[in-house]
């Protein structure tokens, strides 16, 4: 599939944008770290299923429950074969990456109690918020440091992990929302593995780009890995975590409630097994098939060929943004090891005033803030911890004189003009400030 054919497939790709002056501009869409659009096939995939298919799942003897419970657990076994993830891992269903890491938390918790690893959970400077604060929530946390270009310092996890030899969980992303850093991961398994220490893996950022073969990493891959569909081409509602199935069955539900139970009396529950035990309550079913079908489409489009055209891009993007005087790209420059994501700043312009500036005068479509990373963001702008702007956000709402960046991210249908519009806009609002 050739990027015109790819782009085609995209109705958002003939969106057009009014400017406050009047004038309409072709959509730019540089958003997709934080969210990408449905194709064709998965929005008339969707329609059918909510047309012809859609009741709820499991339980159901008439023919639209079981046609659904066969499309919903078909999902299951449609990521499980993307993915390749081994027989002794099973994928539950959630309603995003954040519940997908928080689920990954509370079972790597109780894993943790049952074998008794008491030590504390390594994660990163890194992380988003959402592979951070639910591990603060459980217990002892450590931050991996990152090396002064940004990326993770691997010497770092290694000597945490010899100092905590009952590491609770490992819990790292595969590439950085903030920067599209990847991390190593085959070296986090493999030093994890060393020291007898489980996995969990934010493949947020990574589903869409190919996401993992856990077939081909060391261990049989992580034993957790969460991602969500909205950041891989299928509608909001979705996420799942792969998880060990020793984990699933030993662990209280995550979500007591509906469907988690086999039977309730006056004074006791006994719980289901599996993965219905945490998957409480009407699961995102049109979400789940969605996101099925997404994938098929990304495999449709070249996983390989995808990511050397992303890269071929992202280098076209770096070496762009490079030749404007007054932009600071956050981390390094190099396009080694990256998703299509580049968070930088624009010297004496608050990062809201050019997210909005490449909206109103290009149709570009960008991200701006702190992205969820306040400990990376921070550490990146070199801002101490007693900046008077931190000060200021301990205790009231973010303003526009805040620390942040600007952030462009690249998708499956993101082509050279798309990268030259935005390239020509930044340089020009750089050039006025």
């Known amino acids: 599939m050739d990027i015109a054919a790819i782009r085609d497939a995209f109705p958002v790709t003939r969106a057009r944008v009014k400017a406050p002056d009047g004038r309409e501009h072709p959509l730019?869409?540089?958003?997709?770290?934080?969210?990408t659009h449905a194709p064709t096939p998965v929005l008339e995939y969707v329609q059918r299923f909510m047309s012809e298919t859609y009741a709820n799942v499991h339980r159901g003897a008439h023919q639209l429950s079981e046609r659904s419970t066969d499309a919903f657990e078909d999902a299951r076994e449609t990521i499980r074969r993307f993915l390749n993830v081994p027989d002794d891992r099973d994928i539950v269903f959630t309603h995003n990456t954040t519940s997908a890491l928080n689920l990954a938390a509370h079972l790597a918790h109780h894993d943790a109690k049952r074998l008794g690893r008491d030590g504390a959970t390594i994660t990163s400077c890194l992380e988003h918020h959402s592979n951070l604060l639910p591990h603060r929530a459980r217990?002892?946390?450590?931050?991996?440091?990152?090396?002064?270009?940004?990326?993770l310092d691997v010497a770092d996890l290694e000597r945490r992990l010899a100092k905590n030899p009952k590491t609770r969980l490992v819990a790292i992303t595969a590439a950085s929302n903030v920067t599209g850093f990847r991390t190593p991961v085959d070296e986090i398994l493999a030093l994890a593995a060393?020291?007898?220490?489980?996995?969990?893996?934010?493949g947020a950022q990574v589903l869409a780009h190919g996401g993992l073969d856990f077939s081909s990493l060391p261990n049989g891959g992580p034993q957790y890995f969460a991602a969500a569909g909205h950041k891989a081409y299928a509608p909001f509602g979705c996420g799942f975590l792969v998880a060990p199935r020793a984990a699933l069955?030993?662990?209280?539900p995550?979500?007591?409630?509906?469907?988690?139970v086999r039977l309730v009396t006056d004074t006791e529950t006994y719980w289901t097994e599996g993965v219905e035990r945490h998957e409480g309550g009407t699961p995102p079913v049109v979400g789940a098939v969605a996101l099925a079908e997404a994938l098929r489409f990304i495999e449709r489009a070249g996983r390989h060929e995808a990511e050397v055209r992303e890269h071929a891009l992202l280098a076209r993007l770096l070496k762009g943004m490079s030749g404007i005087d007054g932009v600071q790209v956050l981390g390094s420059t190099s396009d080694r090891d990256r998703v299509g994501a580049i968070s930088f700043m624009v010297d004496h312009l608050p990062p809201p005033v050019v997210a909005k500036r490449l909206n109103d005068t290009a149709g570009v479509?960008?991200?701006?803030?702190?992205f969820c990373a306040h400990p990376y963001l921070l550490k990146l702008l070199q801002v101490p911890d007693d900046d008077p702007r931190l000060v200021h956000l301990r205790h009231h709402p973010a303003g526009d004189e805040d620390p942040g960046a600007v952030r462009a991210s690249l998708g499956l249908y993101t082509n050279e003009s798309d990268v030259n519009t935005f390239t020509r806009a930044l340089g020009e609002i750089a050039a006025a400030r």
């Open 28 to 35: 730019v869409y540089l958003d997709h770290a934080a969210s």
């Open 139 to 151: 217990g002892p946390v450590e931050c991996v440091g990152m090396t002064p270009e940004g990326r």
């Open 194 to 202: 060393r020291h007898d220490a489980p996995t969990l893996i934010d």
């Open 249 to 252: 069955e030993a662990a209280p």
């Open 254 to 260: 995550f979500l007591p409630g509906g469907g988690t």
């Open 365 to 370: 479509a960008v991200r701006h803030g702190c």
